[in-house]
């Protein structure tokens, strides 16, 4: 049974999401206020598999996937002024489903991997920031750049060390689709699940962000 206390909390921080979109829209008088330009590619990850499995296949068992991946800056800032960095992944998990992970520029060590952190230089980390629900208690998922065109990717439980994922890199570039939006909660990851409370923090600036789209919203 979901905890009230985080429940409420979530609420709150989602209400709050919500109103800063807005309010960055209203701003740049943009349709989409968040990540608003940037460069989408096909792509390809190559999973390592791990030495002692968690329960998650995806994530034990060594493979590739085909990707299609966005980078972009949250603000829009322009030039070399620090921005929010933001790398999208979509995973095909099937013929017809795929999964997707948000990452945003943070710190690396356990506690900074969960802060939003302006990208000062080309090779600052990304991590989902939240956590995924797994066999093994919560996870996060990172990424640091090796060139211009790949990622290194790894998972990492709360607090702990870091794991080898596999390596991302960008193929092929592709147009940009204004009416794409990368979303985790109704595209999970294979084998992970978002947390209640993630859900519920999330779901305000996504509902937001897709009424300011045009998108359908239904409650």
Known sequence: ????????????????????????AALRSAEKPLHPEGQTWAGRLVRSGN?????????????EDEVIVRTSRAIGLPGRLPD??????????????????????????????HLLVPAL?????LT?????????????????????????????RVG?????????????????SADTSYDP????LPGLQQYAWVEHLREYSYATARRLRGEDVRS
């Open 51 to 63: 030495e002692e499995p968690i329960g998650v296949p995806w994530l034990d068992e060594p493979g």
């Open 185 to 188: 909660v109704t595209n999970p």
């Open 121 to 125: 230089r080309d090779h600052q980390p």
């Open 1 to 24: 049974m979901p905890n009230p206390v985080i429940t409420t909390a979530a609420d709150l921080a989602g209400r709050a999401l919500s109103a800063a979109t807005t309010g960055i």
């Open 128 to 156: 989902t920031l939240l956590p995924y629900r797994s066999p093994v208690g919560p996870i996060v998922i990172g990424a640091r750049p090796v060139d211009v065109r790949g990622h290194e990717l790894s998972w990492a």
């Open 84 to 113: 929010v960095a933001g790398l999208a992944i979509r995973v095909r998990k099937d013929r017809t489903g795929y999964g997707d992970v948000l990452l945003a520029s943070t710190g690396w060590n356990p506690v900074a991997r």
């Open 160 to 176: 702990r060390g870091w794991h080898r994922l596999g390596v991302l890199t960008t193929e092929v570039p592709l147009p940009e």
